[in-house]
């Protein structure tokens, strides 16, 4: 339980950005390349799978909750990646 009041302690310490400032995270107007995910936001820009900011079908700089639900994986795959803000 100790971890888990961590961890939320620690979630709602980061950042907020506004879609407006998400969506510039592209991979084309800035060099950085985020999303989001459950009100979290996660730099993927190190990930070759999101080069340039597109994903398959998926662009960067946008909430991807909705989206998840059609791909081909869960949500495991955001422990790969910093969650580096909150989407206010």
């Known amino acids: 339980m100790r971890i888990l009041a961590a961890y939320k302690t620690h ?9 407006s400032q998400l969506a510039l995270r592209n991979g084309q107007d800035k060099p950085e390349v985020w999303i989001a995910y459950k009100g ?8 070759r799978l999101w080069m340039k900011g597109k994903h398959y079908e998926h662009w960067a700089g946008q909430d991807l909750t909705p989206e998840l639900i059609d791909a081909p994986h869960d949500e495991w795959v955001f422990q790969n990646f910093d969650a580096i803000g909150r989407l206010g």
Do not use: H
Request: hydrophobic residues 35%; neutral net charge; charged residues 25%.
């Open 11 to 19: 979630m709602t310490d980061l950042p907020v950005y506004t879609k």
């Open 40 to 47: 979290l936001i996660y730099d993927v820009s190190r990930s």
